[in-house]
């Protein structure tokens, strides 16, 4: 089952830098045929599809890793356990917002299946998808976070939010 997240993570980091990419050459693109008087209303449509899919993978990326930034003004004069206790609650409340973002993006993609792109016969609950995947994604990995604050809850230490988890094994 880890090997089979960690090849779900690695798929969602290449598609977030592929979809980044191409986003900034639909853009880009968009702009220099702009210049030249060529219309494309279907590039922005297409890029903004794109930037919807990679902010919300792109997300879930940066909580894995945890890259999100975090304030611990109030807690970091608390002791150990009582950090680790704040931090357990926090990612609680992290997943339940996550599966409620779930399950209502859900019923949006269900109410947006019918609506489509003015451009592009595509349709807009692919836009609503990408956030049901995305918290979805970020549920997993708030409960790979909980699990792993549990594990090293006798630990004197906490485990560092800013390093990659890469770091944090070794």
Known sequence: ?????????????????VGFILLVILVFGSAILRFMRVSMAW??????LLLAWTAFLGADVAWRSGQLIGIDLVTRYFPKKVQKLVLIAVYAIIFGMCLVTCLYGCRLVWVERVRTYQSMPIPYSLVSLSLVVATFSMAISTIGKIKL???HFNKDEVESE???ESENEA
């Open 1 to 17: 089952m880890k090997k089979i997240y960690e090849k779900f993570c690695k798929i969602e980091v290449g598609f977030c830098c």
């Open 43 to 48: 590039n922005i449509d297409l890029a903004m």
């Open 149 to 151: 604050c549990i594990q």
């Open 162 to 164: 800013s390093k990659p």
